[in-house]
């Protein structure tokens, strides 16, 4: 018996691995899990294949009906929006389906922190000026471990993602701005990134909430913040050594060495 967690990417239906779309195709029986994976991923089952919604169900619930349809000899696709390994929650529905016998297989998928960047145009790691991303959260119902708080995290000055924070926008602005972020940091919020509805507002760490409010975006959002994200980078020249004439790496030598 074996469950395939598949990664469904961040919106688009193309978006998806040619891996993923396979087992798709092959499924008897997908779950899908919120309003995150679109409906038109489902163009590709086969016919007759069951699709089940699992946002009502609670954890036991749906590994139920998983161990159930696997012990039927059912292949069986769960489908997780953007890439599996963050906030999937995949680690708990692992558990008891190992505990019941059941071997996994993961297949990766883009998660919207790399969709998001695409829709703004952005390099997250800009030579020079950061070379290190950090995916976070902010703290609301869900609790985030004392050492990782935002305050602390900030004090990297590195380019920072935020997935579920939409609503938390404000504790984003104080903790940043606390750990010596100026305000004028720049901000770029991707709403639905590479869905239809898709939208982009570049905005600052000072004015993220305003802003957030005034377009009225308050869920389904990826918050990237840091100079990286500055609308004018382009002007900057920043350069990286990997196209640097005078560098030399493993496929190619510098003019001057
Ligand atoms: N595993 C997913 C994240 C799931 S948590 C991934 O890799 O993308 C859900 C959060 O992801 C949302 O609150 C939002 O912050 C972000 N998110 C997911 N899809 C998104 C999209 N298409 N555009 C912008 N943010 C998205």
Same mark, same amino acid.
């Given at each position: ?22 087992? !798709? ?18 163009? =590709? ?11 009502? &169900? *609670? ?6 009906? &998983? ?6 000899? /059912?292949?069986?696709?769960?489908? *997780? ?16 389906? $190992? ?51 935002? =305050?602390? !995290?900030?004090? *990297? ?9 939409? #609503?938390? #926008? /404000? $504790?984003?602005? $104080?903790? !940043? ?9 720049? =901000? ?10 898709? $939208? ?44 640097? /004439? ?12």
């Amino acid at each position: 018996m074996k469950l395939y967690i598949v990664g469904a990417g961040p919106g688009a239906s193309d978006l998806i691995t040619v891996r993923g779309r396979r087992l !798709l195709e092959e499924a008897d029986v997908i779950l899908y899990a919120d309003s995150l994976v679109s409906e038109e991923h489902f163009k =590709a089952a086969k016919k007759g294949a069951e699709i089940v919604k699992t946002a009502g &169900m *609670h954890l036991e619930e749906m590994v139920e009906i &998983m161990k159930k349809r696997l012990s039927e000899g /059912k292949k069986v696709v769960r489908l *997780h929006t953007g890439d599996p390994a963050v906030y999937g929650a995949i680690m708990e529905q692992m558990v008891l389906l $190992k505990e019941a016998g059941v071997e996994i297989e993961i297949v990766p998928g883009v998660s919207s922190v790399f969709a998001a960047a695409a829709s703004a145009q952005a390099e997250l790691t800009i030579p020079d000026l950061t070379q290190t991303v950090i995916l976070t959260r902010a703290e609301g119902r869900t609790p985030v471990p004392e050492r990782e708080q935002l =305050a602390k !995290l900030a004090a *990297h000055h590195c380019t920072m993602a935020f997935f579920l924070s939409a #609503t938390l #926008t /404000k $504790k984003v602005m $104080k903790e !940043l701005i606390g750990a010596g972020w100026a305000p004028e940091t720049p =901000a770029a919020v991707i709403y639905k990134a590479t869905w239809p509805d898709e $939208k982009i507002v570049r905005t600052t760490i000072g004015k993220l909430d305003e802003d957030m409010r005034a377009n009225s975006i308050r869920k389904q959002a990826m918050i990237l913040a840091g100079w990286a994200l500055d609308p004018d980078i382009h002007e900057k020249n920043f350069r990286s050594k990997l196209y640097d /004439k005078e560098f030399t790496h493993g496929y190619r030598r510098g003019v001057n060495s």
